[in-house]
């Protein structure tokens, strides 16, 4: 029997919602299929479900066929019409995290390198955080699994078999472990019960069994059938679902570690004060990590102002990224030390060197120790006139590090890393919640929330973004939000209510005209409107404006008849003025913010801000430069906000400039 229903869960059957629905299938007898278009797949397989990609308000079939025929349908179809079914935590499996890959425990088979090398080599990559660092080596090269590619004899099938079930129950077992133990937060809890189903799916299993039937050997099926299920999620037209290929891809690695008897090492295990040294790794891999005991950070890939480099900042760690393929010749080191001022990177110094460092190591550690005096100075020029020093932050995880740099408020939230930590779009009480913790921990400063500002090189659940040969030039920031409304809107209102708990500002990033802004206050109007019917409590904010484009720049004397202030963004305001991509470390030398063109754009910027009587301030990496300070501070910028690294020796540099005169 069958029966068929308008699909109502929202955001469709994803990870989550999918799985749930599995379980629900799997508690009955009958076999039971869903069917889409016409192509139908079993209800009990979480892969097949999610391959079958349902979308919310699209029409399904449930199908099925046993003894508990009725009671299967009715509860199916009832699942499929709630639009909450699979989003209530129902305390075992959490979400799924929309970034499943990259925060994916990446299993890691490096070798405790202790090889010598051919004399100390001495690396140049682009100076992303400064410091200096010595450490042992803790190279983060998750190698490539081959499969052997042995054909088995026909009396080895059953043992491989067997094999091959006794690795997917240790891989299920270490995983229950881990949801066991409880120290997970909810979106890495989700992530690990994602791959845990996907470890235990038919649709994996079935695969690898019927290729070692036909011959192969365990490790080679499992590569082959995850490569053929990676394939068909990367094949879906929906972002969230192409993700999980390489959750299949994880899960299969995981498996084959297992058969080839080989230990996963995780950056769970790096050594106090060692030197991670990777390829790439993903900024929220790096955010999760146990910053505290990472000496330095040493990677391939990234620049200045990407975002490891911002992380690493803000936790005061030394990094040198940008080494391109020469950060291979790092793999075999034992010890390493880097200078992130200089950007220089050599492998198993020798005992000069050794010396050097440390004394260096020292002398900083000795320099961080003298200006923890500046923690609660408030900073002025001459004048009088007070300087914010403001932290640049992220997460409500970095209010402490901030507070305890003595920052003067938050001159930038990033809320991206709220969007990008979840399998949904944060829903408007979540975001509320966010926001006011902010503002109530930095009250009476304020606290300035940029508005989301992505874009299509970084894909979030629930967004869809168009293929752009450019995406920088792309649908990204208040371009993007103000296309959609619903996301925008909902942001908005948080933000006004959280305006009540404390000095909450808002600004734009990514601003190119007056239009923007002014779209942007018509919604915001809405929504105070809105909340106002509603008789829900808000308070309305100042609204602001990112300096970032040169388009902002050359409007500059009219954008500010329009905002409360100006943050001049310098990170990407480098990049558009030079044409240079802040990413591409073969452009580094050029994406300068020295440049007389880019110290124009900010000067051409703060002179229209202080024409206008705005506040002036600076959110972007140059702010927390002390041979950049007092350039700012006289241009009329009353307001810079850093890494909470930065902090205490931008109030000494403002201090000395004032005690000048
Ligand atoms: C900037 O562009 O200077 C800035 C602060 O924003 P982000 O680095 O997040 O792009
Ligand atoms: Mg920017």
């Known amino acids: ?27 009955f007898e009958s076999d039971v299929e869903l069917v889409k278009d016409g192509k139908a797949v079993s209800a009990k397989s979480s892969v097949k479900l999610m391959l079958l990609a349902v979308k919310e308000n699209q029409e399904v079939t449930v199908r099925a066929n046993g003894a508990d025929a009725i009671e299967a349908i009715e509860a199916l179809i009832g699942y499929l019409e709630n639009p909450r079914a699979g989003l209530d935590d129902e305390g075992e499996a959490g979400e799924a995290g929309s970034e499943t890959a990259a925060a994916t425990p990446a299993p890691e088979a490096a070798p405790p390198a202790a090889a010598a090398v051919d004399g100390p080599p001495k690396l140049q990559g682009v100076a992303a955080s400064e410091g200096v660092a010595i450490g042992p080596a803790f190279a983060h090269f998750p190698p490539e699994i081959e499969g052997p590619g042995r054909r088995l004899q026909g009396d080895e099938i059953e043992d491989e078999i067997e094999r091959f079930r006794g690795a997917v129950a240790s891989v299920q077992a270490r995983m229950d472990r881990t949801l066991a133990e409880n120290n997970l937060s909810a979106g890495d809890r989700g992530i690990v019960a994602a791959l845990r189903d996907i470890a235990a799916d038919d649709s994996l299993t079935g695969e690898v069994e019927r290729l070692i039937k036909g011959g192969d050997d365990a490790v080679s099926a499992v590569i082959a059938a995850a490569a053929t299920i990676a394939a068909d999620f990367s094949a879906v037209d929906d972002h969230y679902l192409n993700a999980r290929a390489d959750d299949v891809h994880a899960v299969g690695r995981q498996i084959c570690l297992v058969l080839l008897g080989q230990d996963e090492v995780s950056l769970e295990t790096i050594p106090q004060g060692a030197i991670l040294i990777a390829d790439d790794i993903g900024a929220w891999d790096l955010a999760r990590a146990p910053l505290k005991r990472i000496g330095g950070v040493v990677c391939g890939h990234g620049g200045a102002t990407s975002h490891i480099a911002i992380i690493a900042r803000s936790h005061g760690i030394p990094a040198v990224l940008g080494l391109g393929d020469k950060v291979n010749e790092l793999r075999a080191a034992s010890q390493v030390a880097i200078d992130g001022n200089a950007g220089h990177v050599i492998a198993d110094p020798d005992e000069t060197v050794r010396a050097d460092f440390t004394r260096r190591v020292e002398a900083a550690a000795k320099e961080r120790a003298g200006l923890k005096v500046f923690k609660g100075v408030t900073p002025t020029r001459a004048d009088g006139t007070v300087i914010e020093v403001a932290a640049n932050i992220g997460s409500l995880e970095e209010i402490e590090a901030a507070q305890e740099a003595g920052a003067m408020g938050v001159g930038l939230f990033r809320t991206e890393l709220l969007f990008m930590r979840h399998m949904h779009l944060p829903s408007e009480d979540m975001q509320a919640e966010t926001y006011s913790a902010l503002a109530k921990a930095f009250a009476p400063h304020s606290v300035i929330v940029r508005t989301l500002d992505i874009g299509g090189d970084k894909p979030i659940a629930g967004i869809e973004f168009p293929d752009e ?68 409590p808000y308070a309305s904010f100042e609204l602001g404006v990112m300096i970032e484009t040169p388009a902002a720049v050359l409007i500059a004397p009219a954008l500010a008849k329009e905002v409360a202030f100006f943050s001049i963004g310098t990170n990407d305001l480098t990049q558009y003025i030079m044409a240079a991509d802040r990413l591409n470390p073969t452009v580094a030398k050029l994406n300068d913010v020295t440049n007389p063109a880019v110290m124009s754009a900010i000067e051409l910027t703060a002179k229209a801000g202080v024409a206008a009587g705005i506040m002036v301030g600076m959110c972007g990496e140059a702010a927390g430069r002390p041979d950049l300070i007092p350039t700012f501070v006289k241009m009329g910028l009353t307001e810079l906000s850093m890494s909470p690294a930065s902090i205490q020796r931008a109030k000494k540099t403002i201090a000395a400039m004032a005690a000048e005169r």
Do not use: Y
């Not at 409304?485 to 942001?491: A, T």
């Not at 209510?497 to 404390?502: F, I, L, M, Q, Y």
């Open 1 to 27: 029997m069958e029966r068929s229903t308008i699909v109502r869960v929202h955001e469709g059957l994803h990870a989550r919602p999918a799985t749930r629905f599995v379980k629900l299938a799997k508690g």
């Open 469 to 536: 040969e450019n995406p920088f030039l792309g649908w990204r920031g208040i371009r993007m939000c103000l296309d959609r409304p619903d996301i925008f809107k909902r942001q908005l209102r948080a933000l006004l209510r959280a305006a009540v708990h404390g000095n909450i500002k808002v600004m734009l990033p990514m601003v190119s005209e007056i239009a923007e802004v002014t779209r942007t206050r018509a919604l915001v109007d809405e929504c105070a409107a809105e909340l106002k019917a509603e008789g829900v």
